[in-house]
Structure formats: C-alpha cells, structure tokens
C-alpha cells in the first residue's frame, strides 16, 4: 500500500526535464526506470486500470534516444497519463468496467499528437465508471487515496489522473472534462486542473459521456506545463464536429469578475469558507475587481443533471446497460437509466432556458475579462460519499457543472487549505476562446511567470505504438 500523503509531491516540471535531458544529465531511459520504479513500488494505487510495463518504457526511450533531432520535440522524454476514456492502439479502453472493455486498432488524435511531440505514455487510469460522477469511488479497481489523507475522495471522474500528476507519477495527465471531471479531482489533490474550450482538442476516440459537451482536459502542477501540453494537443480535426481553431488573447491587466461572497454557498463548511475568502483576497493585485451575479451560473450548472442532457448518457450506453445490468456500477446505472423520462418537449424547454442563461452571461464578458469562483464548494471522504452517493457527488459539482454548458473555458488553481487542512482551490472562468486570459490568471495567482509559447514541431512523426503491460481487467472486490 502506498504511504499515507499529506499533500501534492510533484515530479519536476516539463522545463526541468527537457533542460536534463537536453544537456545530458538524464536521459528517456533514466526517466523510463524512475517512472517504472514509481509505479511498482506503489502497487496496486487504484491510479492505473491498465499500465505500460518496463520493457515497453525502456523500449520507447531507447526509440527516442536513437532517433536524430528526437531532443528537439516540444515533448522529448515527457512521460505523460491517459484516462482510460480515450483510445491508444493495443491498449484495451475499459471506461472503467471490464465488460465493456474493448482494444482499438488506432490512437485517439489527441493522444497521437502527444507521442508525435515525444511524449512517453506511461499508461491508462481510472476512472468513476464511464466518467459519470465527479468523486472517483465509482470503479471496480479500487479508490486511488487522496494526497491529503484523511479518507477524502480523489475526486472524478478522472480520478486516476489526478492522482497520478499530484503523487509525482507523471508531470502531466490527460484527462475529460463534461461537468467537473478535469477540475473537482484536480481541486481535491492540490494541482491544476484545465478544461480548455470545447473543441479545441479533438474528442474523436474518446468514448463519450455526453458528446455536446464532453471536452478533453489536462492537469498539471504548473501553468507553463498546461500551455506547453496545450500547443501540442491544440488542433482543429476535421473528423471532430465540435472542432475549432484556438483564439490566441492575452489582457495584460484582466477584469476579475466576483460574486459577492454572501451569495456564494459553502454548504456550512466554514472553514472552506473563510479559505476562499483568504484566497480571493489576493485577486486586487491581479486586475481590477469587479461584482458579478453567481446566479446564472448555478442556474446552468443545475440544468446538467435536473434536465435531459442526461440521456445522451443513455444514448452512449443504452445498449451496453440492457445487455450487461450486472456490469455496471448500480448508481451510474440508475444515473444513465434516468436518462429515458425525458421528452423531446424537456428537451426544447431546457434549451431554451440554457439559451436564456447564455445570453446572461454573455453581456458579463462586455464588463469582465474572467470570473472566479470556489471550484469546489466543500469536500467529502469516501464514507460520506458511500452513505450519500448522489447528493454529495451534485453538491461537489457545484460550480463547475456549468462550463460546458455555456461554452466557457476554466482552470481550477490550487488555493491553499482549510484551517483542518483540506485543500481549497479557485476556478477560473473565461468565455470561449479565452483560454489563454484564463491560464495567464492562474499564473499570477500561483506568482508563476509564463515564458513565449514553445514553438511546435516544424513536421510530424508517427506515434510509436507501445504494447501494454495489463492489470487485471476482471472485477476485484
């Protein structure tokens, strides 16, 4: 069993390693060792479905080592997580549920385009089962334990790579993002938590959860590291329907957009309370300041799981559930189930009421460049969760059900502790498009100086294939 953690303990950031590996101070294969030494010595974690065994690290280093101009990839040597929502040729796509599992023949473009930058997959993570919750107690292979301790939940549903980048396993992990997955786990453990634009990182080969809204997302220990990740993975994709360009905005002086805290609701837990006020306090020396109604947000976030959006889970799985009722976890069954009372009447009357919110929010952007709210609201352990799956897990998605919703951008920052030592974090909020506005606020938040945008590979070379080395994929206690 790993030891009991008290807080993130990440890896060296992307800067670091490129740096030692460039100049010759470690090298793919000395990474390659220290992530496999990392993920034996841990065990079974509950971080990893499905792991890339030593041979196929060294196997990967060694490709990169011999191959010429290989150091000057944006991504050489970087070893890198994958939630196991998301395709990678050879290595079995289980969302979580063993039954389901299948092994696609080709890599998800945004995963393809990291290996192409000479990233190094370390493997496939868990998840709450077919991404549908925001707390990571939904899957069959275990709970991976918070950094915190304290018997807190990690977070989902990208649980996995949450934990992965907060133990120090990889310095980067690639996660999903449809209510609050990419964000509620990276808030809990302490890290940055991206969900970029919908779009701008192709979905094709990401088994969905809701496929209007589903975005893929990145978490990290650094800004820097987000955008470096970001310029490899941001592409338009012609096969991705919800493909689009990425808008490059910088705002050297951002109009911070802040509800008032009476209005901001804390469900009674005090001291998160007086944590985030003690965080925002530091929001006057990032820009100008400026009061904004909560409001329309939570009315949004509300439509997620109270409206019909609900059945495009039923759509994905309908199927799998009638075929399989055994497999599935019974709350995400009685969630995607839940799916079917809806009418296309609901459908058109939530639209509308979405649309009305859109508007809402729209004239804030005439006023503010971002908005920042708690991204959590409190924080649960796992046995309160057991006792009270649904009510806890809504409570936890809070303020982040709402951002796909209204097509905004986000980052969750890393914003302290509680007096009892539970991790507080801000989320930042940015139209679309705005996602370099939103990244240069969360730099200044963390005191973090972004350099110029690394340049991207002037061509491409094809992703190197690595076979896995599988953990049990049949149902543990």
Same mark, same amino acid.
């Given at each position: 069993m790993p030891e009991r953690a008290s807080g993130p303990r990440p890896t060296p950031?992307? +800067?670091?390693?490129? %740096?030692?590996?460039?100049?010759?101070?470690?090298?793919?294969?000395?990474? $390659?060792?220290?992530?496999?030494? %990392?993920? @034996?010595?841990?065990?079974?974690?509950?971080?990893?479905?499905?792991? #890339?065994?030593r041979d196929a690290l060294r196997a990967r280093a060694g490709h990169l080592a011999s191959t010429p101009d290989a150091d000057r990839l944006p991504l050489f040597g970087v070893p890198f997580a994958v939630k196991d929502t998301l395709d990678v040729a050879g290595m079995p796509t289980t969302c979580a549920c063993p039954e389901y599992a299948y092994v696609p023949d080709t890599t998800a473009p945004a995963v393809a385009r990291l290996l192409e930058a000479g990233a190094v997959l370390a493997g496939k993570t868990n998840l709450d089962q077919f991404a549908t919750g925001l707390n990571g107690t939904r899957s069959p292979y275990g709970?991976? @334990?918070?950094?915190?301790?304290?018997?807190?939940?990690?977070?989902?549903?990208?649980?996995?790579? =949450?934990? =992965?980048?907060? *133990?120090?396993?990889?310095?980067?992990?690639?996660? %999903?993002? *449809?209510?609050?997955?990419?964000?509620? +786990?990276a808030a809990l453990n302490g890290i940055l938590g991206f969900k970029p634009t919908r779009g701008l990182i192709s979905t094709v080969g990401l088994v969905p959860a809701c496929r209007s809204l589903d975005c893929v997302s990145l978490m990290a220990t650094t800004v820097d590291d987000l955008r470096r990740v970001l310029d490899v993975m941001a592409a338009v994709d012609p096969a991705d329907p919800w493909s689009r360009p990425r808008q490059h905005r910088s705002v050297s002086a951002p109009r911070i957009g802040l509800p008032p805290s009476g209005d901001l609701e804390f469900l009674g837990d005090e001291p998160m309370r007086r944590a985030h006020e003690a965080a925002r306090a530091a929001l006057p020396g990032v820009g100008p300041v400026s009061e904004v109604p909560v409001a329309p947000f939570l009315r949004a976030g509300e439509l997620l799981y109270q409206g019909p959006w609900v059945a495009e889970r039923l759509l994905q799985f309908a199927d799998f559930l009638a075929a399989e009722p055994e497999a599935v976890h019974p709350v995400?069954?009685?969630?995607?189930?839940?799916?079917? =009372?809806? %009418? $296309?009447?609901? #459908?058109?009357?939530? @639209?509308?009421?979405?649309?009305?919110?859109?508007?809402?929010v729209a004239r804030l952007w005439a006023e503010v460049d971002v908005v920042v709210l708690p991204t959590i609201p409190t924080t649960f352990t796992v046995t309160e969760v057991l006792a009270d799956p649904v009510a806890t897990n809504t409570a936890l998605g809070t303020y982040t059900h709402c951002g796909n919703l209204l097509d905004l951008c986000a980052v969750a920052v890393p914003a302290g502790l509680t007096d009892d030592g539970r991790p507080c974090s801000l989320m930042v909020l940015g139209p679309a498009g705005a996602d370099d506005v939103v990244l240069g606020v969360a730099a200044r938040l963390l005191g973090e100086a972004l350099p110029p945008a690394p340049e991207a590979p002037r061509d491409s070379r094809p992703a190197l294939v690595l076979p896995a080395r599988r953990r049990s994929l049949e149902r543990r206690p």
């Amino acid at each position: 069993m790993p030891e009991r953690a008290s807080g993130p303990r990440p890896t060296p950031p992307i +800067p670091h390693l490129l %740096t030692a590996l460039r100049s010759g101070s470690t090298t793919p294969l000395g990474i $390659a060792d220290g992530l496999a030494d %990392t993920v @034996e010595r841990r065990g079974d974690d509950g971080v990893w479905i499905t792991a #890339v065994g030593r041979d196929a690290l060294r196997a990967r280093a060694g490709h990169l080592a011999s191959t010429p101009d290989a150091d000057r990839l944006p991504l050489f040597g970087v070893p890198f997580a994958v939630k196991d929502t998301l395709d990678v040729a050879g290595m079995p796509t289980t969302c979580a549920c063993p039954e389901y599992a299948y092994v696609p023949d080709t890599t998800a473009p945004a995963v393809a385009r990291l290996l192409e930058a000479g990233a190094v997959l370390a493997g496939k993570t868990n998840l709450d089962q077919f991404a549908t919750g925001l707390n990571g107690t939904r899957s069959p292979y275990g709970i991976p @334990e918070n950094v915190f301790g304290g018997g807190l939940v990690p977070g989902g549903s990208s649980s996995g790579s =949450a934990v =992965a980048v907060a *133990t120090g396993q990889v310095p980067f992990a690639v996660a %999903t993002d *449809t209510a609050g997955s990419g964000r509620v +786990p990276a808030a809990l453990n302490g890290i940055l938590g991206f969900k970029p634009t919908r779009g701008l990182i192709s979905t094709v080969g990401l088994v969905p959860a809701c496929r209007s809204l589903d975005c893929v997302s990145l978490m990290a220990t650094t800004v820097d590291d987000l955008r470096r990740v970001l310029d490899v993975m941001a592409a338009v994709d012609p096969a991705d329907p919800w493909s689009r360009p990425r808008q490059h905005r910088s705002v050297s002086a951002p109009r911070i957009g802040l509800p008032p805290s009476g209005d901001l609701e804390f469900l009674g837990d005090e001291p998160m309370r007086r944590a985030h006020e003690a965080a925002r306090a530091a929001l006057p020396g990032v820009g100008p300041v400026s009061e904004v109604p909560v409001a329309p947000f939570l009315r949004a976030g509300e439509l997620l799981y109270q409206g019909p959006w609900v059945a495009e889970r039923l759509l994905q799985f309908a199927d799998f559930l009638a075929a399989e009722p055994e497999a599935v976890h019974p709350v995400v069954a009685d969630i995607i189930a839940g799916g079917a =009372a809806y %009418t $296309a009447v609901d #459908v058109f009357r939530a @639209e509308y009421r979405l649309q009305e919110l859109r508007a809402e929010v729209a004239r804030l952007w005439a006023e503010v460049d971002v908005v920042v709210l708690p991204t959590i609201p409190t924080t649960f352990t796992v046995t309160e969760v057991l006792a009270d799956p649904v009510a806890t897990n809504t409570a936890l998605g809070t303020y982040t059900h709402c951002g796909n919703l209204l097509d905004l951008c986000a980052v969750a920052v890393p914003a302290g502790l509680t007096d009892d030592g539970r991790p507080c974090s801000l989320m930042v909020l940015g139209p679309a498009g705005a996602d370099d506005v939103v990244l240069g606020v969360a730099a200044r938040l963390l005191g973090e100086a972004l350099p110029p945008a690394p340049e991207a590979p002037r061509d491409s070379r094809p992703a190197l294939v690595l076979p896995a080395r599988r953990r049990s994929l049949e149902r543990r206690p």
